[in-house]
């Protein structure tokens, strides 16, 4: 990460350091981004995106604050940084998966290795920011003397979302209420949807804190995020139809919140499901996608399928009273993406989820209204 002259360089300058991890670091990454670029922070990046203006690490510049998403897989590097910064923050995103259907989960002890290794190395003036709803997470402050910051969606997070509100169209998005410190402030997410987008935005706020900005100021700078690609966010598509682009990754658990946000965006057209294969699940393969079936048959008006066990979704979406007429299967997406074009009409919104593994991208590609910018 760090050659030994950038590691002189950095013992010197002594820059500000944010250490982004976790699943979601990309997504909270690029939150923390939007919001130190609101305000013209000189900041660098040690991850490439093609959204970012600045990219690369230059060390000579005074003042910088240096931002890094990382998996930790460079963790000695990464416990070398955090010591010799003059001020070091570790935010934690979730480990686990998240549920749709409460605000408390957990993972494995041991995937939370790193994080503890990183943890306990923190010198005591830096802060660790935590996921307060993810329990393996959470019990990181116990191992170390830093002080440490919560997020999240239950009542003791410092940091607390409430009052979640799908905004209708044509500005549609997310609308909560953050409560930190018993004050109310009101945060809109145009065009953003999801339980990791909202841990995003309080995982900024929580960085805002402690640069001392004030929260009206961080909730103005969050206007400008629009998350990554394929990330629970709209952008336009061809005759004149909503694309909720959420292929860059999926699983079980994230497909479900994704098809439920679905069935509550308000618009006017059809709902249609694109989903391709959930990859990884295991021995439960079969049933986790005939579940997400069961889900579509409330929330979509069609559905496509794409991939041999995505066809379980369609049993899924059979059983529970979908109409065999609404229901397209695929095994590649060149079977079906023609199909789906001609399907697609004025006023439709369109889900696009799926592994990554399935290049639902490709999907997204064939139906995105390119000349039209990105973001709805």
């Known amino acids: 990460m760090l050659n030994l002259f950038s590691k002189i360089i950095f013992s010197i300058k002594k820059p500000k350091v944010i250490i982004i991890t976790g699943k979601s670091y990309e997504t909270a990454g690029e939150a923390v981004f939007r919001f130190l670029d609101h305000f013209s922070l000189p900041i660098l990046c ?15 510049f005074k003042n910088k604050i240096l931002l ?7 963790i000695n590097d990464l416990k070398w940084i955090v010591k010799k910064s003059s001020l070091p923050m570790v935010l934690a995103t979730n480990i686990g998966e998240i ?31 935590l996921n307060f709803d993810d329990e393996t997470v959470r019990e990181i402050k116990n ?6 910051i919560t997020f999240g969606f239950q009542n003791s997070a410092d940091f607390k979302a409430g009052d979640v509100v799908l905004t209708e169209f044509p500005s549609l998005g997310t609308n909560f209420k953050l409560n930190y410190q018993g004050n109310m ?22 960085v805002g804190g402690l640069l001392d900005f004030n929260s009206i100021k961080v909730s103005e700078a969050l206007k400008s995020y629009s998350s990554v690609p394929g990330k629970m966010r709209l952008i336009k598509g061809i005759k004149n139809s909503l694309i909720l682009d959420d292929c ?53 008006d069609l559905l496509f399928t794409f991939g041999l066990r995505a066809k379980f979704i369609a049993q899924g979406a059979l059983k529970k009273g979908m109409g065999f007429e609404k229901i397209f299967q695929f095994d590649t997406i060149e079977q079906g993406k023609l199909e789906l074009q001609n399907k697609i009409k004025k006023g ?19 139906i995105y209204l390119q000349e039209k910018g990105p973001i709805v």
Not at 68 to 74: F, R
Not at 115 to 128: Q, V
Not at 185 to 206: C, H, M, S, V
Not at 348 to 365: F, P
Request: glycine share 8%.
């Open 46 to 60: 040690m991850k490439k995106n093609a959204q970012r203006k600045c990219v690369g690490l230059n060390l000579f």
């Open 68 to 74: 890094i998403e990382s998996d930790l897989s460079e």
């Open 99 to 129: 549920p749709s259907d409460r605000d408390f989960f957990a993972s494995d002890i041991e995937e939370t290795k790193s994080l503890r290794e990183l943890a306990e190395s923190i010198p005591s003036f830096g802060y660790l920011i």
């Open 143 to 148: 191992i170390s003397n830093v002080h440490s």
């Open 185 to 206: 402030i009101p945060i809109w997410l145009k065009g953003l949807f999801g339980k990791e987008q909202i841990y995003a935005a309080l995982g900024a706020f929580a």
């Open 248 to 300: 860059k990754s999926s699983t079980a658990l994230s497909m479900i919140e994704a098809i439920e946000i679905l069935g509550k965006i308000p618009v006017e057209g059809r709902k249609i499901a694109v989903l391709g294969d959930v990859i990884g699940i295991g021995k439960y393969t079969i049933e986790a996608h005939e579940t997400i079936g069961e889900k579509v048959a409330g929330n979509a």
């Open 348 to 366: 439709d919104i369109i889900l696009i989820d799926g592994s990554a593994e399935m290049d639902m991208n490709k999907i997204v590609e064939e």
